[in-house]
């Protein structure tokens, strides 16, 4: 899109101190097909957002040459501006040219450091089974992210499959307990339930409130046309791997242990049946 502005006027603070800008937002992503377009175009950009103060000459100057995006809906991302801003021009400006939209926007000139305590705990069941689609909606409105209403699901055949091997429906547990690429491998409409022992936690002390943090490593691959080996589920990923597709010089772990876990969870085989039969069917309709 053409280059945007936001200006903001962060108004009276206390210079001597950390001044931490907080945005929330989200982008609308774009894909493989897409990526390439622009990486093919000579005429196409994608400037990221930069954030730019009054210098002492009162003209604008880049302070911060990438502050980042929201990597998807309803995210926050934090900026320093210490030391950054002018005192007699506390304005400044955020420029790029891709689609995001702030929602939520604040600075916090005097941030506190209050005392915290964090409990890790680890999964005490995993179900992998299908369920299907929650139906999706804009929250917010017309220009909102894409949300999930979780009541309301549909089942069937929603796009093309991409072909492979995946894990069989049942218990999981032992494929979620460390970062080993023994791992699940999900088709679309699939679901893992995960079930945490909260009777593991400490009482709160008064006053206190408790938040929540999931700590997941994976990978994620669509089938557009233009994503490499689209088309299948492998070759699978791995974390020694230097690039994604590998080259024949590299390969997935072939110890004892990957392999048997190849061969007792990734049994699964999904071909592109149910996806010709669901376009055969809507065809005669």
Known sequence: ???????????EMDHSKELILFLNGWIFPTDASIN???????????????????NDKGEWETIIDNMSFPMGKDKTIVADLSGKISRSDPRIRICTNMEIYWDHIFFA???????????????CAADLHYRGFSRTFRKGGRYGPHWFDYSKVTTGQKWRDLLGYY??????LPLLTEADDKYIIKNAG???TIEFNAE??????????????????GWVKDGDLNTATGKMAGPLPFHG???????????????????????EYNTREVTAENFHRTMLNAYEE
């Open 241 to 263: 791997m230097t690039c994604y597709p590998y080259g024949p010089d590299e390969s997935y772990p072939s110890d004892i242990d990957h392999q048997n876990y190849l061969k």
């Open 200 to 217: 593991d936690l400490p009482a709160l002390p008064e006053g206190w409130k408790r938040d929540f943090l999931i700590h997941s490593v």
């Open 167 to 172: 894990t069989r429906y049942g218990d999981v």
């Open 36 to 54: 390439a377009s622009i990486s093919q175009s000579a005429a196409i950009e994608v400037i990221p957002p930069y954030i730019q103060a009054i």
């Open 109 to 123: 000139n005097d941030l506190s450091d209050p005392p915290f305590r964090s409990h890790s705990l680890s999964p």
């Open 190 to 192: 699939d679901e893992t």
């Open 1 to 11: 899109t053409e280059m945007t502005e936001l200006i903001l006027n962060l108004g």
